[in-house]
């Protein structure tokens, strides 16, 4: 039987920030923000004359994932599961500023119906919506 938990500190979690590997901020802030819809609300560089390495936070309606080009957070070929309310609406989207879609908007067997694009790093974004 699955125990739960449920300490003080349990009950203190608000949510999750994903990190992504990215090997390019340029890339990464046109992928995201130029294809994708995000905003950069805020971006750390190592230096002032280099893009690279950056740690960046990008969000849409209130979804917050971290991007990072550091080595050692992480490695290229991560997933983040975004929740969303409209799976097909952002698949129009998407293709209309020709984001490549890897798995179109399907009625998964879970309960929701979901999307999934690919970064230029190879990081699977996925949408979820639940089904009616």
Same mark, same amino acid.
């Given at each position: 039987?699955?125990?739960? %938990? ?13 990190? !992504? ?7 990464? /802030?046109?992928?995201? %923000? ?6 950069? /609300?805020?971006?750390?560089? +190592? ?6 390495? %950056? ?11 971290? !991007?990072?080009?550091?080595?050692? *957070? ?6 983040? !599961?975004?929740?969303? *309310?409209?799976? *097909?609406?952002?698949?129009? /989207?998407?293709? +209309?500023?020709?984001? +490549? ?26 949408? +979820?919506?639940?089904?009616?």
């Amino acid at each position: 039987m699955r125990q739960i %938990c449920t300490s003080l500190v349990d009950k203190m979690l608000r949510h999750a920030i994903p990190v !992504l590997h990215v090997t390019s901020a340029a890339a990464a /802030e046109a992928f995201y %923000c130029g294809m994708l819809g995000f905003q950069i /609300e805020f971006c750390m560089n +190592a230096s002032d004359i280099h893009r690279d390495p %950056c740690y960046m936070g990008i969000s849409r309606d209130g979804a917050l994932v971290h !991007l990072s080009s550091y080595s050692g *957070d992480g490695v290229a070929g991560g997933v983040v !599961l975004l929740r969303c *309310d409209d799976v *097909d609406s952002l698949n129009t /989207e998407f293709v +209309a500023k020709g984001v +490549a879609i890897h798995v179109g908007p399907v009625d998964q067997t879970w309960g929701t119906r979901e999307l999934y694009v690919r970064d230029p790093d190879g990081n699977s974004v996925r949408f +979820a919506a639940p089904l009616a």
